[in-house]
């Protein structure tokens, strides 16, 4: 199978969710190899800026043409950032998932939630497995 | 039907430029006429105030008789239908639809008899209703059946709401209902909607429940099993019986989704699988037409536990013949909807039963198993059979030979169009990656089951030596591939000048 | 074993299943199995019938056509009688056109279009039908069908719990059809949703008080125009009564968009109502048409199909289902709504009935039905003992009084070949002397001063 993109400075949740670590803001998406299970991203719902969402809370959904999948917070604490352009531009994160596809933004309430994630070569590792099932 | 040509591309073209049609508010001119009234011959004297008027229905169509007949025939000639040839759907029982359903359905005193008649002028329907009442409880061996569900998923509902009413009468409503992970998306939306959560069952490697999962399942929170017989694989559950007795002894429920009963109709009955209660499409085994999407009808069997809980009204026949609306069940789970059903549809489906008869019934299961085990027998060299236990009404194959040339059950289901034929239903069961889940029926003659085999065939060599050719069709239809997340991306759900 | 024919035998070939004696052999040879009662061996014999069921048939068609013929020659209908019967079906002008266009097998033996590049018949119809939809109510964006009026309204108000915040009251006037309320508490007897009913005035309308009072704390309110007694809603007084919750208005006459105003620029949010009106035999209650359309801010929470426009790989212009992902066959148990086979051919009707009547024809069909039913009120009221119980501006249906049972004063008519109205007590606790009497494009002047000088004859037979 294609090869995906695994940027080295996220960290991966099973439900293929990243964070992005910034200082205590995590930025949040899906990863490339989420995005190209799913296809063609029609529309993406996302919290409210403000909303206090605890770690593996649903935080949303993502559709494809045929396909719905919820969507779960990596980490904990209050969304203080949501990507508008998805609204009008989905596509945005099958085209981009790391930048511009990004999803919301999160300040975190216990940055340390970030270890219980997995690493970069650990979810390489995971999304062979789960491919080959 | 059989050539493999490569379609040519001024063919292409020429089939596509045929296919364009405006719509038909795109042929709007002012002026136009389509209709024309007896003048009004009373005097013009009622007044409404302004605000309650509209102003001119600004964009509505003006077009002529000629503008609409046109549109509708050419539009028209952009379905493919059951009537041009094999229309293989999995589970939607595309059998051909006899005319003379029509004609009856159309009998002045039927098309124009009025729902809220009172009883004694519309004793002809009552009588109708009733009558195939009595038929549906022989087919089903079940004591009651509720003929006002007018759709598979409505009956669901019916069905679903029964079993809550009478659990709760009983002093437990419970909690959830069981549904195999084979099963058709209305059974757990139509279980939600009837106020209970819903936990899955997973199949074993036969693609069938496993009586030790279901026993572990129940308990005294589980309502109800919901389970399509034969399932989505067209395999019987040859434990359904005991599956009963399980659920029985809990205090639960058997719940039957009737959507493959042309598989077994006039061979076995649900009432004596110890089934509570079934809901059978009456577009799809009793022949009415499907019309695009609709109208069905969805009549639903109960065992007598739940006769008290029908839908109300029930139609009952009296010692002097003569028939009424029974309102008088206290403990029914009320009215599913408005009127009595889709009261047109049940005519077609009696005419059909009455044109059968109990021969014609059998022979409907016997010859719709044969069909599609015939197509399993042909295509089984040539395709993945994922779940190879017997099936009955139909097969489900894969596209799992195909897809190491990156050709996929969706490109073997545009490619068939190209050879003139409906593709069968994919992704479906989810429990099959890449299904193609095939069901002739028992309308299909050995020659156009033998063509669609060829076409399958042919496809299959296709996609060994010239994949391409099967990844990009249809290349022959009105239009080609749709750009689909486009649709849903900014979706335009209307004209607008 | 018992003794069921044999199937390769020529007496047991059906017109309407092609195989018999040789392809059935040709057939189980290629399976390779020597009866056809093999392929049933997984059905266990506990289960399996002994014997053919105990039905009729099989009927030649000549013989079917007997059968049913003299089952319909036993309904009252207005192949002989005049009718003044509404209540949520209507005997309108249905052009010659539409049902032969019907029976064109590419529309009626069709599967439900999830295959667009052969469906595109059905989906451009569609298409076509959700704009219709919008053109008349002023609303947004309408589904492909519900099953009718009265599980439209179930789903509308399904839609609107959906959206709200935790709200579970819903306020619905007690003057929408009867049978679409007893609908609505059948659907939302296990889902935790508390009804209250909002009552009419003197005049026949929602009382303005009651239904700022009953609309407090609701999530919806629901109001029918024109209402089950006949009497057109004022849609503005209603929208500015009650401005916190979804407006849902229900339409069960629907030729009456012709000439009313429509809901969405009136301020509500939610418009759903039966289709049948367009053209549609009254056939005993079904199959008729549900509509749903609602503001474009709710479309992602509708329930039932949706078809939008795009193009192909050649950039033509095309249609297809869209935001599938709402719908059962993807979202499962949360799901917008469990329907998935919906009315698309009486759609397809409805559509047809639009084009051809158009713009003009639909005002003129909605004026024929004001006027008649004006001039018919005129005569009635000449009648010094009936008695019109509601004053509201009605539209082609209203209440008529008498001083005897309804039931009685509908017999005496029926001795004249008038299906003379539908008595009221079957729905409402003391209005025994009521009842619903319709009027349509249909009527002519003759027929409604039969009609007013057989109910003058009535009333004078009972007092004697």
């Known amino acids: ?133 | 039907m059989t050539t493999t040509a490569d379609p040519e591309i001024a063919e292409r073209e020429a089939a596509q430029k045929s296919a364009t049609e405006p719509l038909i508010f795109e042929r709007s001119k002012r002026g136009r006429r389509g209709y024309q009234l007896p003048a009004l011959d009373v005097p013009e004297q009622a007044a409404l105030p302004a605000s309650l008027l509209r102003s001119e229905i600004a964009d509505e169509a003006e077009v002529s008789e000629v503008d609409v007949i046109r549109h509708f025939t050419r539009l028209s000639k952009l379905n493919v239908s059951i009537d041009a040839g094999l229309y293989p759907l999995g589970s939607c029982t595309m059998k051909h639809n006899p005319r003379i359903n029509e004609e009856i359905a159309r009998t002045p005193g039927f098309a124009l008899s009025h729902p809220l008649q009172p009883e004694h002028q519309v004793q002809g329907n009552l009588e109708l209703l009733w009558t195939l009442e009595q038929t549906l409880k022989e087919i089903f061996g079940l004591p009651r059946v509720s003929l006002q569900p007018v759709a598979g998923a409505h009956g669901e509902l019916t069905g679903i709401l029964m079993i809550h009413k009478a659990l709760a009468k009983s002093g437990n409503a419970r909690k959830y209902i069981l549904i195999p992970d084979s099963a058709h998306g209305t059974n757990p939306a139509s279980a939600a909607f009837a106020g209970y959560q819903v936990k899955e069952l997973k199949s074993n490697n036969r693609g069938t429940v496993d009586l030790s999962t279901l026993e572990a399942a129940v308990n005294e929170d589980c309502a109800a099993l919901m389970i399509t017989v034969p399932n989505t694989l067209g395999v019987f559950e040859s434990e359904i019986r005991r599956m009963a007795d399980v659920l029985h002894a809990k205090g639960a429920y058997l719940y039957c989704d009737g959507a493959n009963l042309n598989s077994f109709v006039g061979i076995a009955r649900p009432g004596d699988m110890g089934i509570d209660v079934i809901h059978s499409n009456l577009h799809k085994t009793f022949s009415t037409p499907h019309g695009g999407g609709g109208p069905g009808a969805g009549p639903v069997g109960v065992s007598e536990k739940l006769v008290p809980f029908l839908p109300t009204p029930t139609v009952e026949k009296r010692d002097d013949s003569t028939f009424y609306l029974d309102f008088a069940h206290p403990d029914s789970i009320g009215r599913m909807r408005a009127f009595h059903g889709n009261f047109n549809v049940l005519v077609r489906a009696l005419t059909y039963m009455r044109s059968m008869g109990p021969t014609g019934l059998r022979r409907i299961a016997q010859l719709a198993v044969l069909n599609a085990n015939y197509i399993r027998a042909r295509l089984r060299p040539h395709y993945h059979l994922p779940y190879d236990a017997p099936s009955l009404h139909e097969v489900v194959f894969s596209d799992k030979l195909q897809t190491p040339k990156d050709v996929h059950t969706l490109d073997i289901a545009k490619r068939l169009m190209d050879y003139g034929f409906h593709p069968p239903t994919i992704y479906f069961p989810l429990i099959v990656s890449g299904a193609l889940m095939i069901e002739p029926t028992e309308s299909e003659p050995k020659e156009e089951l033998d063509a669609f085999c060829d076409a399958m065939i042919a496809i299959a060599r296709e996609t060994q030596e010239r994949p391409e050719l099967v990844r990009s069709a249809p290349h022959t239809t009105p239009v080609r591939r749709l750009d689909e997340a486009r649709a849903a991306r900014q979706p335009v759900l209307r004209w607008r000048r | ?464």
């Open chain 1, 1 to 133: 199978m294609a090869s995906s993109n695994i940027p080295e400075d996220n960290r991966y949740a099973k439900s293929h969710e990243y964070a992005h670590p910034e200082g205590d803001v995590a930025m949040v998406g899906i990863s490339d190899y989420a995005q190209k299970e799913l296809g063609d991203v029609v529309f993406v719902e996302l919290p409210r800026v403000g909303t206090v969402i605890d770690a593996n809370e649903d935080m949303g959904s993502i559709e494809s043409v045929k396909a719905v999948s919820d969507l779960f917070a990596p980490v904990s604490g209050e969304v203080v950032e949501v990507n508008e352009a998805l609204a009008d531009s989905p596509q945005l994160v099958n085209t981009d998932p790391y930048g511009d596809g990004w999803m919301i933004k999160i300040r975190m309430s216990d940055p340390t939630e970030l270890d219980a994630l997995m690493a970069p070569e650990e979810y390489d590792e995971y999304i062979e497995a789960e491919a080959s099932r």
């Open chain 3, 1 to 464: 074993m018992t003794n069921f024919p044999d199937p390769t035998h020529p007496d047991s070939s059906h017109r309407y299943i092609p195989n018999a004696g040789e392809d059935i052999r040709e057939m189980l040879a290629a399976i390779g199995i020597d009866s056809i009662d093999r392929l049933f061996d997984t059905i266990p014999d506990e289960v399996k019938l002994k014997a053919l069921l105990d039905v009729p048939g099989p009927w030649s068609e000549v013989e079917t056509r007997r059968w049913f013929g003299a089952l319909a020659a036993r309904n009252k209908t207005t192949v002989d009688h005049i009718s003044f019967l509404g209540g949520g079906a209507y005997a309108h002008y249905q052009p010659a056109c539409i049902d032969q266009l019907l029976l064109r097998a590419e529309f009626l033996t069709a599967y439900t279009p999830y295959q667009p590049e052969v469906s595109q018949g059905t989906l451009q119809s569609i298409f076509e039908y959700q704009t219709h939809q919008c053109l008349l109510t002023g609303l947004d964006v309408a589904n492909a069908s519900m099953y009718d009026g009265s599980t439209a309204l179930c789903e509308a108000v399904l839609l609107a719990e959906r959206v709200s915040k935790g709200k579970k009251k819903v306020a619905l006037a007690k003057s929408i059809h009867p049978h679409y309320l007893q609908t609505v508490r059948t659907y939302i007897q296990n889902l935790g949703i508390e009804i209250v009913e909002i009552p009419w005035g003197p005049d026949g309308r929602v009382d303005p008080a009651a239904l700022r009072e009953c609309a407090a704390d609701a999530f919806a309110l629901a109001v029918q125009s024109p209402n089950f007694l006949g009497v057109i809603e004022d849609y503005d007084a209603i929208a500015s009564a009650a401005s916190d919750v979804t407006k849902i208005s229900v339409v069960a006459e629907a030729t009456s968009f012709g000439i009313l105003a429509p809901p969405g620029p009136h301020g509500f949010d939610i418009c759903v109502g039966e289709g049948q009106a367009w053209g549609v035999p009254p056939q005993f209650g079904g199959p008729y048409v549900g509509f749903m359309v609602v503001r474009d801010t709710l479309k992602r929470h509708m329930p039932g199909r949706l078809v939008g426009e795009t193009v192909d790989v050649d950039g033509k212009r095309a249609y297809v289902l869209t935001l599938a992902t709402r719908e059962q066959h993807i979202r499962r148990g949360k799901a917008t709504s469990n329907i998935c086979t919906n009315q698309a051919l009486i759609a397809l009707a409805a559509n047809m009935y639009l084009s051809l009547m158009g713009k003009e024809g639909l005002r003129e069909v909605a004026n024929q039905c004001l006027q008649k039913t004006a001039y018919l009120l005129g005569k009635l009221r000449d009648i010094t003992t009936v008695e019109l119980p509601f004053n509201g501006p009605v539209y082609n249906e209203f209440v008529v009084r008498t001083p005897f049972p309804a039931a009685e004063i509908l017999a005496d008519l029926e001795q004249e070949k008038i299906l003379g109205g539908i008595a009221l007590d079957q729905f409402f606790e003391g209005h025994g002397r009521d009842f619903l009497v319709a009027v349509t494009e249909l009527h002519t002047k003759e027929h409604l001063d039969r009609y007013a000088a057989a109910l003058s004859a009535a009333i004078a037979r009972e007092r004697r």
